[in-house]
């Protein structure tokens, strides 16, 4: 009965667009003059940057802002904001112009894909006043090696180098929220342990080697400590531990397994996902301690929760159609759907916007707009990956 | 020495209550009260012993896995008699095991590792309650990895979701 209610699509999806854009037409309302909209997205043209390198940066800033979801893309004459500039000589000058000639934006830039991302995000902040997810990068589980590894690419999947080579099973990373950390779950010791790596020097360490199975250990909003499942007391449990594997301390007492622990934005509480119920349900609970409570999601089987940065969704792994789905429950209307992936999809993750999610699908990561429900392929070609996890 | 064996039986008995028959209880009961969810679980793990599951110093090939049901952790009435020479053969002394927990490929792969570990928890719980050293039982879970039968199908799945049983040499 709740199933079919929430896989209704249409309505939901209206009104999930009309409280997601809420935000977005109280700040356009501000500048109603100059902000020319299509429908409820800003018109928005993108003029080839002059330069060398131009047509290759103009690329692709048009796939960052189309993908953005705030614009309408259009041509100059119609556009409420027009993007220009120059790339030559490894950088990018980039300006952004109003109807009536106003320079909104105008910067320097490194050149290449990374500048090209930065220069989008700037845009999105700049003219709909959101984060962008241009410049995130994503890590994920790849199988090209004939073993599971970790791999780090672009968003757009362009970029992709190889993280981890082990040559054992490397599996479950997580990033922090800047990206300076990666922990992913290895078993070169041949148990389950936590390995953190800080991404810019490319240092190793193996932090969280209890006995039994340490996994799943998700930075805390900021970096300081990690959620993990740990079951050294003879349970998988929920665990908060530094980042070094120090100062482990248990957050639950259960006869299930918990897994799957995510971190409200300001730190305060942990979404996570235990089977003590039977099939698994979600959880919230004070990263400090405390009373676990259940999160009525209206839906039988709910796992591996993710929990927006804006504060105001959890998306998770939920079964049906025959396979497994991605679900959104919206925790300040209580109301959970499911979200059109076509086929069977998990582990969805929040960009930096609270707007996208990625998840894996057949063995490639897909990026997915919340709001108008268009998914895109975005990562594959490194055997079969899983576990998508992203930088906010 | 009795005492205690006959407080452990019973501690097995509800464990086997509570993971098996009382799941549609625990079901109904899970949104209402969270003092439900406080539950004193099993005992602690000794420390690493240095060995490897799939290592050459593990013989993994001396004890049947044990197998489970779609997305539980409760060892069948079916597959206990299984735990019989286990347990008989770690009361003679001496002797340490590992137990893998696996788990077939539905559902994701973190999910499946902690379901796995559980698994491996729930047969080294059954052990002691029949009289082997908590001492002498390491756990590891590998979830979705290394299944036995490759196949996508009820019967692979079925083979995958098995807790090996691995002999320190």
Redesign the interface.
């Known amino acids: 009965m709740t199933l079919s209610r929430f896989s209704a699509p249409g309505a939901l999806a209206l009104a999930a667009f009309a409280i997601a854009c809420a935000p977005f037409r109280a700040s356009a309302q501000e500048a109603p003059v100059i902000t020319i909209r299509k429908g409820d997205q800003i018109a928005l043209a993108v003029g080839t940057l002059g330069g060398a390198e131009g047509n290759a940066v103009t690329a692709i800033l048009q796939n960052d802002l189309s993908l953005a979801g705030w614009f309408a893309m259009v041509d100059a004459a119609r556009a409420g904001y027009t993007v220009g500039g120059t790339a030559q000589g490894g950088q990018i000058q980039g300006t952004v112009t109003d109807r009536n000639g106003g320079v909104v934006l105008s910067r320097t830039y490194p050149g290449g894909r990374r500048g090209a991302h930065q220069f989008a995000d700037d845009i999105v902040e700049t003219v709909a006043g959101k984060k962008g997810i241009a410049s995130s990068r994503v890590a994920f589980?790849g199988t090209r090696s004939g073993r599971?590894e970790i791999y780090i690419a672009d968003y757009d999947g362009s970029g992709i180098s190889q993280l981890t080579n082990d040559g054992s099973?490397s599996?479950?990373p997580n990033l922090s929220a800047d990206g300076s950390r990666l922990s992913y779950?290895g078993?070169k010791?041949?148990?389950?342990d936590i390995y953190v790596i800080d991404t810019g020097s490319g240092s190793r360490n193996r932090a969280v080697?209890?006995?039994?199975?340490n996994?799943?250990g998700a930075f805390s909003p900021d970096g300081g400590r990690m959620a993990a499942?740990v079951?050294?007391?003879?349970?998988?449990?929920l665990y908060v531990v530094g980042t070094d594997g120090g100062g482990a301390r248990r957050l639950?007492?259960?006869?299930?397994?918990?897994?799957?622990g995510s971190w409200s934005p300001d730190g305060s509480e942990i979404v996570f996902?235990s089977?003590?119920?039977?099939?698994?349900?979600l959880y919230r609970i004070s990263s400090g301690g405390g009373?676990?409570?259940?999160i009525?999601t209206g839906l039988g089987y709910a796992?591996?929760p993710n929990w927006s940065p804006d504060g105001t969704k959890i998306a998770f792994?939920t079964r049906g159609g025959g396979g497994?789905q991605v679900a959104v429950h919206d925790l300040q209307t209580g109301q959970t759907r499911t979200l059109p992936t076509g086929g069977s999809a998990?582990?969805p993750v929040w960009g930096a916007n609270s707007r996208h999610l990625i998840y894996a699908q057949n063995g490639a990561v897909y990026l997915l707009d919340s709001v108008t429900g268009r998914n895109l392929k975005v990562i594959e070609g490194v055997g079969r990956i899983?576990?998508p996890t992203w930088t906010r | 020495m009795t005492a205690r064996t006959l407080s452990t039986l019973g501690i097995a008995v509800l464990l086997a209550l509570g993971t098996g028959g009382c799941s549609k209880f625990k079901k109904k009961d899970a949104g209402a009260a969270t003092g439900d969810y406080d539950f004193v679980s099993g005992s602690p793990l000794p420390e690493r012993s240095g060995a490897s599951f799939f290592a050459g110093n593990v013989d993994r090939s001396m004890f049947q896995p044990v197998y489970f049901g779609y997305d539980s952790y409760a060892v069948e009435p079916g597959e206990r008699s299984k735990l019989d020479p286990i347990a008989s053969f770690l009361r003679g002394g001496g002797k340490s095991i590992i137990l893998a927990g696996f788990t077939d490929e539905r559902g994701t792969p973190e999910y499946n590792r902690a379901l796995g570990e559980r698994r491996a928890q729930a047969v080294r719980e059954e052990l002691i309650s029949m009289g082997a050293g908590a001492a002498d039982i390491q756990t590891v879970s590998f979830g979705e990895e290394m299944p036995a039968d490759a196949g996508g199908d009820e019967s692979a799945h079925a083979k995958n979701r098995r807790v090996e049983i691995g002999v320190i040499k």
């Open positions: 589980v599971k099973i599996v479950g779950t078993y010791s041949g148990y389950a080697k209890f006995p039994g199975t996994t799943g499942t079951s050294r007391d003879g349970n998988p449990e639950t007492r259960s006869r299930g397994a918990e897994s799957g996902s089977d003590d119920g039977g099939a698994p349900q009373a676990p409570r259940r009525a796992s591996d792994t497994f998990e582990d899983s576990e």
